[in-house]
């Protein structure tokens, strides 16, 4: 296969990724497996396991760029990754003993539909009122909607960071910023485990394919944290709703045009 071929598509995939990431706390595996798939004909096992791996940097550094700008909440974040960790487990459990079903765009339509509550109902949720909620209210929130969104994960293998960021900014009362930083934080070792058990499983995939979705991913995803994180509430909203919509609509024209 042509190198300019791969390079040009590895390049619009982290791109993509890595906005989403950085923007909105998505997992890079929405966007970087349908394009690796559909046109570098990568086996999808694979495509899975290299998004995963390009999300894993991707999330870190957008979750130093938010901690480091005191909007994160690692003690909450915590608790919501082992909720959501355990239980992806037992979801994947149950989807093994029922038949196979058609929610492969999930993720793709949850993308658009939360781009759009972005742009028409945007989170002005204030730091102070988010922190105005008792702690172990939250505490028990975090671990209610962990199971809820780690479970749906399991199942269905897709939309686990707009579950979270839905869940963190509409339930948990997050302000936007402290969401997506959390979200980012939570992607990083959910992230790291599906990789290494998909490299684990199924070998070692294409360096050359996988160094480039890495390197373009995490360069986004480091640019649009940056971004969000000097923006004021409303521009970040509009902004995050419009990268969302656009990789929303792109990720269903891949899916279901070609």
């Known amino acids: 296969m042509n190198l300019f071929y791969v390079v040009v598509i590895c390049f619009f995939a982290g791109m993509g990724a890595g906005l989403g990431t950085g923007f ?37 550094v957008s979750a130093w760029t938010y901690g480091r700008n005191k909007n994160l909440d690692v003690k909450n974040g915590l608790v919501m990754m082992g909720t959501v960790l355990v239980f992806t487990l037992a979801g994947s459990w149950a989807s093994s003993l029922v038949p196979a079903g058609t929610m492969g765009s999930f993720s793709m339509f949850m993308t658009l539909l939360l781009g759009v509550k972005f742009l028409v109902r945007p989170v002005m949720t204030t730091r102070e009122a988010m922190e105005a909620v008792s702690p172990r ?36 009362g997050y302000e936007l910023k402290t969401a997506v930083g959390t979200s980012v934080f ?41 971004f969000a994180n000097w923006s004021a509430p ?18 269903l024209g891949v899916n279901y045009l070609t």
Do not use: K
Not at 192 to 207: K, N, R, Y
Not at 235 to 251: D, E, F, P, Q
């Open 137 to 172: 209210r939250r505490l028990v929130q975090s671990v209610a909607w962990g199971a809820v969104i780690g479970f749906i994960c399991g199942f269905i293998g897709a939309g686990g960071g707009m579950m979270m960021l839905l869940v963190l900014t509409s339930v948990l």
């Open 234 to 251: 409303e521009v970040l909203n509009r902004a995050t709703g419009a990268v969302l919509v656009v990789l929303g609509a792109v990720m």
């Open 186 to 226: 939570i992607m990083t070792f959910t992230a790291l485990t599906g990789a290494l058990s998909h490299f684990a499983i199924g070998g070692v995939a294409d360096w050359l394919v996988l160094g480039l979705c890495v390197a373009f991913t995490l360069l986004w995803a480091r640019i649009s944290a940056r």
């Open 24 to 60: 909105a706390g998505m997992s890079a595996a929405a966007v970087i497996t349908p394009m690796l798939v559909t046109f570098l004909h990568v086996p999808p096992y694979q495509a899975v396991g290299i998004a995963l791996a390009s999300d894993v940097l991707a999330s870190a």
